[in-house]
């Protein structure tokens, strides 16, 4: 995340100010509050952990409370988010935000409208139309006094239109692999297709398909893909990283009813990209968690069902070399296309700079989509241009709004109807409900290929998408014969469904413990070992398990490599050779594998690539990671070399470390170096304490990151027992407001780091007895809201 100066608003405050203008900021979350737009008067009774459990007596009242809620809580949050799908970041943050407006312009969808609200819910035009007038609402009433971030970036709010949910940039980092196609593409002309296809491997294995035509790769850089790293960088729209999900069937738990969990994994940022909601109507009673600028629940449960997700990683883009020519006296330029000249689709768009000139553009779009980068005029007159294909452009592919659908599913005919539906981004959507079904489908927008889709290819009209996986054709689960289903990223296709939906699954480390896990407790209830079976405090701690499978494969290899050479007992191998591959914050042999491992992957990555260039675009230190048996990637090391390589990584480990963390081989622990951090993007006034931790970015409890940091992983986890509701629980973090000195901004962040959960109350009579807030929003005539009572 990019942290934005105080100074850009001009304003030097110092920390005690910052603070006392965070407080008068806060947003009323007790006594009556007048409005306009509702029909009758609508509770919010927030819980003592900040969850807002709405009760309307309309569903029209009951969206606009949620878009009102959500702007008191994340109103800033969801103005950024908002700006970056419109591509109007500049406007409030200035020039160096200019190519990443132009890009999200590009990837703006420019259908049919009919048929983009016609692929969701029946009724959601007018549920998104609702939740915007409560954002609006919420908007004229602070408009004069908006949240503090507002003041310090020296801007206003501005009214939300019913189609800002209707955004694409914020799934687009999960929508496939543009970056990792020119990546290839580069390999492929400095080694060829056949080594690349050994040294970086696929799941499941697929040799690569070049096009046959000498050169073609040449010059494709990761300039090809224009502004696409920065669009899609950590700044607002953190890449994907993993999540886990699994359900078992009531017979493996102690309750006779299904059990779920699911730990979604992305970007660490503050505040959260979840926010928690209770949606209480007519035909409503839902629960869990979503994105704040997007009515409804993506995971959570009604009355009947529960149900999470973890992205599947269906490849849903391309990236087509254009060849563009003049093709008339006026000097136009056109595209080739199945043989023939064709003329772009031109726009011609203004983006409006703070502190600069405005900018007037020009986007062009060829029968792929859009130009997103282009290369000088050749000796030939013919220029190259990079075109991306995304689903985005496709109706229906907003992201998560196809969860109002699921919201409403009681049974699982419903459930599969709801994820026909869900085209973006690609989920593993799991399921359960009260007679004791359990259930997955791998749910998403898939394009048909005839080509693997893991290079760039030509724009001739060779390589063209043949329609749309149907549902139908999706792999999917139902009471299966072993009691549970779990998904953590990895190649979900079950046994001999060969349908190629990715080629870049996770590798399997956390899927596999995850199973393993459930899979020898099955089998103890199944042969009688025990009567026990699963519950919600056995999920919490497998959420947070911290056994490393990947270090099972790679730490046996280093100790017979210290053994050939007799410095078995020296303290560092020692140290490995007692432990017990748990990734311990507070213990040392996690520290030397990861920095091990780190320095062996570069070592080897540059001995296999055959250059330094090579080795740094395959992985370098990461390498190892990308190997689903990341031993195996060390056969490919000359076996005279290999023991040598492994010793010359642990001398470069200890160095590391004492540069780092000094002689004292005391202060050597994991979590020492391990932290993370939850940075306030303005003011550093606002941060929360730093929390050490453990895992990494291969144990279940994700914790993947640069520069040993987590900056990834599970911000929100839930864990839903179907036999009573009141019994679930979760986390969030660091809090469910994003108001600096609210009472709610980082009071769930002790849990988290603790491992500990709160209790997602449901039931009316629980909901009250954890109440610590009431607010009532009450119909008024006016235009403007009108705070009549209340505290903050």
């Known amino acids: 995340m990019v942290v934005l100066p105080v100074a850009l608003a001009g304003a030097q405050r110092s920390s005690a100010e910052l603070k006392q203008l965070a407080r008068e900021r806060l947003a009323r979350i007790d006594g009556r509050l007048e409005t306009s737009g509702l029909d009758s008067a609508v509770e919010v009774r927030r819980d003592k952990w900040g969850v807002p459990h709405i009760y309307a007596k309309t ?5 606009f409370a949620q878009g009102f809620v959500a702007a008191q809580d994340r109103l800033f949050q969801m103005d950024l988010w908002r700006r970056t799908g419109e591509g109007r970041l500049a406007e409030v943050l200035g020039p160096k935000f200019v190519e990443r407006d132009r890009f999200a312009r590009m990837l703006a969808y420019r259908g049919d409208m009919d048929a983009e609200w016609a692929s969701y819910a029946p009724d959601t035009k007018q549920i998104a139309t609702d939740f915007v007038r409560g954002v609006n609402a919420y908007i004229a009433l602070v408009r004069d006094h908006p949240p503090v971030e507002f003041t310090l970036l020296g801007y206003s709010p501005e009214p939300w239109t019913a189609n800002v949910p209707l955004q694409r940039m914020a799934a687009l980092s999960m929508t496939g692999n543009a970056e990792m196609e020119v990546l290839r593409a580069q390999l492929v002309e400095m080694l060829g297709a056949q080594r690349v296809s050994q040294l970086f491997p696929t799941i499941p294995h697929r040799d690569l398909d070049p096009v046959d035509s000498a050169h073609f790769y040449s010059g494709i850089t990761s300039a090809s893909l224009g502004a696409y790293d920065e669009a899609t960088g950590p700044v607002l729209v953190p890449r994907v990283v993993g999540s886990n999900n699994w359900v078992v069937s009531g017979a493996l738990t102690q309750s006779g009813k299904p059990l779920l969990a699911n730990d979604p994994h992305r970007y660490l940022d503050n505040p959260s990209l979840r926010y928690l909601t209770h949606l209480v109507g007519p035909g409503w009673n839902v629960i869990g968690a979503g994105e704040p600028g997007v009515p409804g629940i993506a995971a959570g449960h009604n009355e009947r069902i529960g149900f999470g997700f973890t992205i599947v990683g269906m490849d849903q883009q391309d990236v ?3 060849r563009l020519q003049q093709c008339d006296d006026a000097g136009q330029i056109c595209y080739w296309h199945d043989g023939v000249q064709k003329r772009f689709r031109s726009i011609v768009d203004t983006i409006y700079v703070k502190g600069g000139r405005a900018r007037i553009d020009t986007l062009r779009f060829t ?35 196809a969860q109002l659908s699921v919201n409403r599913a009681t049974d699982w005919n419903g459930f599969l109807a709801a994820a026909a539906r869900w085209k973006l981004p690609t989920e593993n959507l799991i399921y359960a409900d009260v007679d004791g079904n359990i259930g997955w489908i791998a749910a998403g927008l898939m394009p048909v290929r005839s080509w693997s889709g893991l290079l760039p290819v030509p724009g001739t009209g060779a390589y063209e998408w043949a329609g749309f996986r149907r549902t139908d054709e999706l792999p999917r689960a139902y009471n299966p014969p072993r009691g549970f289903i779990a998904t953590a990223n990895h190649d979900i296709r079950p046994d001999g469904y060969d349908t190629p939906l990715n080629f870049e699954f996770a590798t399997p480390f956390r899927a596999n413990r995850i199973s393993a896990v459930l899979g020898a407790a099955r089998d103890s209830v199944t042969r009688g070992l025990t009567r026990r079976g699963f519950t919600v405090d056995d999920f919490k701690r497998l959420q947070h398990d911290e056994y490393s499978l990947q270090a099972s494969l790679l730490v046996p290899e280093l100790l017979k490599a210290a053994s050939a050479a007799n410095t078995a007992n020296q303290w560092e191998y020692r140290t490995l050779a007692g432990w017990d591959y748990v990734m311990r914050a507070g213990a040392t042999a996690p520290l030397l594998f990861e920095t091990w491992k780190r320095a062996l992957s570069s070592l080897a990555a540059r001995r296999v690539a055959g250059n330094d260039r090579a080795a740094t675009m395959i992985g370098d230190g990461s390498w190892l990671d990308e190997w689903a048996a990341p031993n195996q990637a060390l056969r490919l090391v000359p076996d005279a070399e290999r023991a040598p390589l492994m010793r010359a990584a642990m001398d470069t480990a200890l160095l590391r470390i004492q540069n780092r963390l000094g002689a004292d081989r005391a202060t050597w622990t994991w979590g020492t170096i391990h932290t993370a951090s939850f940075a306030h993007r303005i ?15 291969n144990t279940v409890n994700s914790t993947a990151g640069g520069d040993y940091r987590q900056q990834y ?9 179907v036999a009573d509701w009141d019994r679930s629980v979760a986390t969030s973090v660091p809090g469910q407001s994003g108001q600096p000195e609210s009472v709610f901004y980082a009071n769930l962040l002790p849990l988290w780091g603790r491992g500990e959960y709160f209790p997602l109350v449901y039931s009316r009579a629980a909901v009250e007895r954890e109440t610590t807030h009431v607010l009532w929003l009450v119909p008024r005539a006016s235009a403007n809201g009108k705070e009549v009572s209340g505290k903050r």
């Open 713 to 721: 992983g599970a911000s929100f986890r839930e864990i839903l027992d």
């Open 320 to 322: 087509y070399v254009e």
């Open 683 to 697: 003011a550093a006034a606002y941060d929360p304490a730093v929390v050490h931790r453990g895992g990494d970015g």
């Open 367 to 401: 029968a792929h989509g859009p130009i997103i980068s282009q290369e000088r005029e050749d000796s030939s007159g013919t220029i190259r241009a990079f075109a991306l294909r995304f689903v985005g452009s496709e109706p229906g592919t907003a992201g998560y709004l």
């Open 59 to 63: 569903q029209r009242d009951l969206f």
